[in-house]
């Protein structure tokens, strides 16, 4: 991997993250932006524990299919030892289904994929994988013996999300909860769902709104516990 990468995430909300084919485009366009300078990698490392579709095999197939248009080999976790594939990375992505499964699935070797992000490999997740990211997770209630993300970025999202008091509770209780932890969540941005996806791209911790597809410039709201009162 190439040093002079900062270290980028991008976190994207589709309407469907078992079937990427419509999003192959925007999924050029996020690793373009991760890589902007440079050359694309020739593989990416892929985390496919969310998964929790009926198929996986037909799931994984369709996965490097999209990777594939890029001339981009995708590479399992579950191919090696994941601590080892983890130190050799030269980008990794996460895709959505289930936070718990996702959860559960990262358990073993989650300490290795927050050190992979912070020596600065470049990230791309999509919903669940978006959150995976994050210092928590607001939807679905909290996993027993599972209550925290990787805390790789400050910031907190809150995916597919719809204004109601149901989600509303959710994140005044969540924002509750993390304001005396480390690190403190003060903030949760709401990605909503729009043509060709939504999302958030973060560079050296620093949030930026932009571009990801076809979607609006500013494809989020923020929610603080003022605004939830």
Not at 55 to 65: A, F, H
Not at 121 to 149: H, K, Q, R, S
Request: a negative charge; charged letters at 20%; aromatic letters at 8%.
């Amino acid at each position: 991997m190439q040093s002079n990468l900062r270290n980028k995430m991008s976190l994207v909300n589709l309407d469907t993250s078992l079937d990427l084919t419509a999003y192959a485009n925007l999924i050029g366009i996020e690793l373009n932006w991760l890589f902007k300078g440079s050359a694309l990698p020739s593989q990416v490392l892929f985390i496919p524990d969310a998964y929790d579709g009926a198929n996986l095999s037909q799931y994984l197939q369709i996965v490097r299919q999209v990777f594939n248009t890029l001339h981009i080999n995708v590479k399992l976790i579950s191919e090696g030892d994941p601590v080892q594939l983890l130190t050799d990375a030269a980008c990794i992505a996460v895709g959505g289904g289930s936070i718990e499964k996702l959860l559960k699935g990262v358990a073993s070797y989650k300490n290795a994929l927050k050190d992979a992000i912070g020596r600065k490999v470049p990230f791309l997740g999509w919903n669940e994988g978006a959150v995976l990211a994050c210092p928590g997770y607001v939807v679905p209630d909290p996993v027993t013996g599972y209550p925290d993300c990787l805390a790789a970025t400050n910031f907190q999202y809150f995916v597919h999300f719809v204004d109601n008091s149901v989600n509303r509770n959710k994140m005044k209780d969540f924002l509750t909860r993390h304001q005396g932890t480390t690190p403190a969540v003060s903030e949760i941005y709401s990605l909503v769902n729009a043509p060709g996806g939504t999302g958030v791209r973060l560079e050296d911790d620093i949030i930026a709104i932009d571009y990801a597809g076809n979607s609006p410039v500013d494809p989020t709201r923020k929610f603080t516990l003022n605004d939830l009162k």
